[in-house]
């Protein structure tokens, strides 16, 4: 028995597996003031004996919800002199370039915690100033003094020669061994002086409270009879120990969306676009190949939600995703132009939509989703939370329909689908730009309002059709038990190919795998397996982009590579220049675990359909609805639209013109 857990910002998801498929799912809503404790009751209410289960894999959004809220170490920063303030110097790019009032996040370290350290070494890793050493100790002693928790240190070319960063590590375990000290040349050793102080310095920021978090949810498993300690779910689709992840928390940012994408990855075609709709956020990711997409560029915080910049840049690979501020608890008003508008801020579970009757005064999607008959209040979570109808429809009427001047349903129906018209534009835009037709697409949609909004997102965006997989509700937390555990690590060594001195190349290689098999059999794996990637760019670009290193003669082999996967992205060749390689990467996993993301079993035979409701789809208004129970649809069953099709924690739904399929492996597949 294996057990994934999902916490969410509205609520914490849980999903049992054993060796015949998906045999227990949960939902409970989220404790935000002790996240943990969600996890105990959910597993607790989950299964009547614990004691069966060999493995906990965890997702958790406690990293982002600090760096946003600001709740980490009081933590300072040693920087090469003269370097203080890269963090708040950042690239001096304007992301939005004629807004006068353009906001920036602030650093995470203010600047009279920020300190300049008597140091210098050059780009080709020579030392042109030797370090202070007795300007470090002082500093150390100070900072601990004041009731400083943690220290970050980033001196300029370290991912080169990181000798002077190891020394300040060492004079501050000396002489303030109370500091958690976080040094850029571990924790990312890769070129970009900006982007890796300010990963290094979110890395210590979380630290602490990571630990704690971790080390609490271990104690928990253990009083109900889990014996072993959880994995920690990864950002790039890997999981890691508990050690290994409270040393780089940061690597769990975006632990959360891993898992609905690699679920997504494990049930469908080589190519889908992967749509996860919770309570909180929207997100979409693109699967190639099989595998879901990863980029190592990604911002927390941002000012400005679609804008590149506009946040806290963290150097750390992640599942390549879109997320936008729109789930079931996003809150729905009317802005200053007179126009229907939903999130990006949020109900979450405390107080959460009015309909939840738990305090909320605010209009939320999911309240518009229950004036339009598509949710049932008497189902909700399998009838474990009873929905108030009437409470919804009469905020709606305050707050959107009598200022509109409509109706409470049309105010209802302008919510749905403005949302599903703003994922549609965000989906479409995510895909192109990596070099995808959303047109030729399928999508699968999960998260607990994913089904909800699938086809009427597929719609305006032209996917041909919609799936929604077994325990779509919670399929977050089942995608944790299809990853293995796994780490990359980098080293930048900037050079022209058919310059590059192969024995080097080679070198950094066996030292990262090296690396890499070491931190994974020290978890228990065994069988190790190394993936080799390269971050190349056309000589004078800015950036680079990622290409598999395959074997074959070099050079020749990675620059036809690199020329294939730059035509992939962008439908043509670059200029007649030299092509040049930037940093190398290498991937360590062990064995990928075999998971059968169907439902084990279903509830007793019995008929499918449950009845009829009142469910609204324009043009034609409210419309009798057939409703039908997921777990009694057997394998090869047609329903056509307008239907509802109801499990524990999501509901499909089927709108006029549309039919459903049920797959073999339980999937209910909509062709649009």
């Known amino acids: 028995m294996r057990i994934g857990v999902d916490i969410g910002g509205t609520f914490t998801d849980l999903c049992a597996v054993d060796e015949t ?126 009731g400083i928790e943690a220290v970050a240190v980033c001196f300029l070319h370290a991912f080169t020669n990181p000798v002077h960063e190891r020394r300040v590590g060492e004079i501050l375990a000396q002489v303030a061994p109370s500091l958690r000290v976080a040094l850029s040349s571990e924790v990312v050793p890769e070129i970009r002086e900006f982007e890796r102080a300010s990963t290094t310095v979110a890395n210590v920021y979380v630290q602490d409270l990571t630990e704690r978090y971790l080390r609490d949810l271990e104690q928990r498993l253990r009083r109900l009879g889990i014996g072993r300690a959880p994995h920690i779910m990864l ?48 997100k979409l990711c693109l699967i190639a190949g099989g595998t879901p997409l990863v980029t190592h560029q990604f911002e927390v915080d941002r000012k400005y939600r679609l804008l590149p910049g506009s946040g806290l840049p963290v150097r750390v690979p992640v599942t390549d995703m879109i997320e936008i501020g729109v789930g079931g608890g996003s809150i729905a008003r009317i802005d200053a132009l007179g126009l229907l508008t939903a999130g990006p801020d949020s109900a979450g579970s405390e107080p959460g939509p009015v309909c939840y009757g738990r305090g909320g005064t605010e209009p939320t999607v999911t309240d518009a989703d229950l004036v339009l008959g598509y949710l049932d209040a008497g189902y909700f979570l399998g009838g474990g939370m009873r929905l108030d109808a009437d409470a919804a429809r009469a905020v709606l009427r305050e707050k959107i329909a009598d200022p509109l001047g409509v109706s409470v349903e049309e105010a209802a129906w302008g919510i749905h689908t403005s949302v599903n018209e703003e994922m549609a534009n965000a989906a ?24 909800v909004h699938g086809v009427g997102v597929a719609r305006a965006l032209g996917a041909p059709s919609v799936v929604a997989p077994p325990a779509a509700g919670v399929l977050s937390a089942a995608g944790f038990l299809t990853a293995p555990l796994a780490f990359d690590f980098v080293r930048s060594a900037r050079a022209v190919v058919h310059d590059l001195a192969w024995e080097q190349v080679d070198a950094l290689f066996a030292e990262m795998e090296a690396e890499g098999a070491a931190l994974l059999e020290k978890s228990g794996v065994d069988e190790v397996t190394h993936r080799r990637i390269a971050e190349m ?42 092509v040049e390689v930037l940093n190398w990467r290498v991937v360590s996993s062990g064995p990928k675990p075999v998971v059968a993301l169907r439902l ?73």
């Open 21 to 146: 498929g998906i045999v227990a799912v949960g939902k409970v809503l989220t404790t935000h003031d002790e996240p943990a404790r969600a996890v105990e009751e959910g597993l607790a209410a989950l299964l009547p004996d614990l004691g069966a289960v060999e493995q906990v894999v965890h997702g958790t959004t406690l990293v982002t919800n600090a760096l946003i809220e600001r709740t980490g170490s009081r933590t300072a920063l040693l920087a090469t002199a003269g370097f203080r303030d890269v963090l708040e110097m950042r690239r001096e790019h304007r992301y939005e370039l004629y807004d006068l009032h353009l906001e920036l996040p602030a650093p995470l370290v203010p600047r009279h915690l920020r300190f300049d350290v008597p140091e210098r070494i050059l780009a080709d890793g020579s030392v042109h100033i030797g370090l202070d050493e007795e300007c470090v100790a002082r500093l150390g002693r100070e900072l601990a003094d004041r």
């Open 235 to 282: 950002s790039n689709g890997g999981l890691a120990t508990v050690d290994t992840a409270a040393r780089h928390p940061i690597r769990i940012l975006e632990s959360g969306p891993a898992g609905g994408a690699l679920a997504a990855a494990a049930v469908g075609p080589a190519d889908l676009l992967a749509f996860d709709m919770g309570g909180t956020t929207a």
């Open 537 to 578: 760019r056309y000589a004078g670009q800015g950036y680079e982009i990622r290409v598999p290193i395959h074997d074959g003669p070099w050079p020749g082999t990675l620059v036809d590579e690199f020329t294939r996967t730059y035509r992939a992205l962008y439908r043509r060749t670059g200029p007649a220049v030299g």
């Open 428 to 451: 479409r835009v995510h895909a192109v730009e990596r070099g995808h037709d959303p047109v030729k697409l399928p999508m699968y949609t999960f998260g607990g309002a994913g089904p």
């Open 600 to 672: 084990a079993s279903s509830d007793a035979p019995g008929e499918a359909r449950k009845g009829t409701r009142k469910a609204y789809f324009s043009p034609g208004g409210f419309v009798d609805t057939a409703v039908f129970d997921r777990y009694r649809l057997v394998p090869g069953t047609r329903v056509d639209g307008p239907a509802i099709v109801e499990e524990r924690e999501s509901t499909v739904v089927v709108p006029p013109g549309a039919h459903c399929v049920v797959r073999g492996d339980g999937a209910v597949e909509v062709t649009v």
